[in-house]
C-alpha cells in the first residue's frame, strides 16, 4: 500500500481551474496526471512562448517547473492559513523544442515544514530531457 504525500485533497481540473487566468494560463499548462508523489503536467510548444529563433523559450521551461514545484509545495502544507513561495530556482536547458508539446513531472527531494525542496524534469513528446529544474520553496503564514 501506497503513502501519499499529498496533505490537501485536490483534482487536477481545480489545479487547472485556478491557474486558468494568471501566468500558467497564459502559457498553456495543464495538470494531467497526480500520483502518490508526483505530478505531471503539459505545456504546448507554441509561438507565443517561443524565443526570436523559434524554439521553446527556457523562461517558458522555468514557468512550468515553478508551476509544478509551487503546486505541488501547496499540497504538502497542512491548513489553510499557510501557503508556499518559491526562494530559488535553477534551470539547465539540455535540448531545444520546436513544436507539439513538453510534459514536466514534479517529485520532492525534501519536504520539511519551513523548506521544500522539488526536483523537476521537462521532456519533449518523444521523451527527451529538454530541461531539468531545482525549485525551493518556503513556507509562509498568509
Known amino acids: 500500500m501506497s503513502k501519499t504525500i499529498w496533505k490537501k485533497p485536490f483534482t487536477l481540473e481545480a489545479i487547472n481551474d485556478i491557474n486558468s487566468n494568471c501566468m500558467p494560463g497564459h502559457v498553456g ?3 494531467i496526471e497526480k500520483g502518490d508523489d508526483y505530478l505531471v503536467a503539459k505545456m504546448p510548444v507554441v509561438p507565443h512562448n517561443h524565443q526570436p529563433m523559434g524554439l521553446l523559450h527556457g523562461g517558458a521551461s522555468v514557468v512550468l517547473a515553478e508551476t509544478l514545484g509551487s503546486v505541488a509545495a501547496l499540497l504538502c502544507i497542512e ?3 499557510k501557503s508556499a513561495v518559491g526562494v530559488e530556482i535553477n534551470a539547465n536547458h539540455l ?3 520546436r513544436k507539439g508539446w513538453v510534459y514536466g ?3 520532492p527531494v525534501r519536504i520539511g515544514r519551513q523548506l521544500q525542496v522539488w ?3 521537462i ?3 518523444k521523451e527527451h530531457l529538454t530541461c531539468v529544474s531545482r525549485l525551493t520553496t518556503m513556507t509562509v503564514g498568509l
Open 119 to 121: 526536483n523537476i524534469e
Open 29 to 31: 499548462i495543464d495538470f
Open 123 to 125: 521532456r519533449d513528446e
Open 79 to 81: 491548513g489553510d492559513d
Open 105 to 107: 513531472t514534479v517529485k
Open 95 to 97: 535540448r531545444a523544442a
